[in-house]
């Protein structure tokens, strides 16, 4: 315990966007508590106010409160990058260490397929598998965690060749041990740090892209509270309305921003090499 407030204490800027991005998952977890109104509630009478005492951050279109909908687009967004998150790192992960460990063909087939992968360019390619499952959310997450793995893939790869050299993997490897017990107990703990800072890192870039392919008409569809969806919906009263891009765009940097940061200082925390 008394190590852990030594690292909060020593690392200012790990521990003010630690805060910061607890206040943005709390926001995610009270959204219903936080928001002033049903974000699907639609008041036509109320269309397209501006920002006033009653609806802070004005309506929308079909009169929906945009603060409650900006709320709900944080539940949204996060639980969903999240889950891409968590996608890519188990794919990617999974196949860098088969790829590393057993090398051979298994090798260079998984490797040839992330190069080929990361030969064409990413958000394009996943609008490219985005337009062919349909637009939803989930299927922007397969989209992109089928462009976004190779980069855990090829980390993990590098990180087994160095590992399995150890003369540990060898005498496991003399006494009989079972391949998945190596793995599990011998090559994964010693790489599982640097692949969850990798990921803690990555939040903000995927939030991003679920964002852009979201307000390109590949992501969540009406009446999703998504900010994506919202800054699409938006555009097209962006002379007369321009809250409506405003607002969720401010919250998409916040906590694009936010995120980055968290992982940048994660990884400073992290760093052996502040020890020396």
Known sequence: MKKVLRTFKENKQFTLFFILGLVVIGVAIFAPQLSPYDPLDAVMTESLQEPSSAHPFGTDKLGRDLLSRVIFGTRTSLIMTLCLVAVIFVIGTFLGVIAGYFGGVVDAVIMRIADMMISFPGLVL???????????????????????????????????????????????????????????????????????????????????????????????????????????????????????????????????????????????????????
């Open 126 to 276: 996943a609008i490219a598998i985005a337009g062919m499952l349909g637009p939803n959310l989930v299927n922007a997450v397969i989209s992109i965690a089928a462009v976004r793995w190779t980069k855990y893939a090829r980390l993990a790869r590098s990180m087994v060749l160095k590992v399995k050299k150890s003369l540990y993997i060898e005498a496991a490897v003399v006494n009989g041990t079972k391949t998945w017990k190596i793995l599990l107990v011998h090559v994964l703990p010693n790489m599982v740090t640097q692949m969850v800072v990798t990921a803690a890192a990555d939040i903000g870039t995927m939030m991003l892209e679920l964002a852009s392919l979201s307000f390109l008409g590949f992501g969540a569809t009406a009446p999703t509270p998504e900010w994506g969806l919202m800054l699409n919906e938006g555009r097209t009263y962006m002379a007369k309305a321009p809250w409506l891009m405003i607002y969720p765009g401010i919250a998409i940097v916040i906590c694009v921003v936010v995120f980055n940061m968290l992982g940048d200082s994660i990884r400073d925390v992290l760093d052996p090499r502040q020890d020396q």
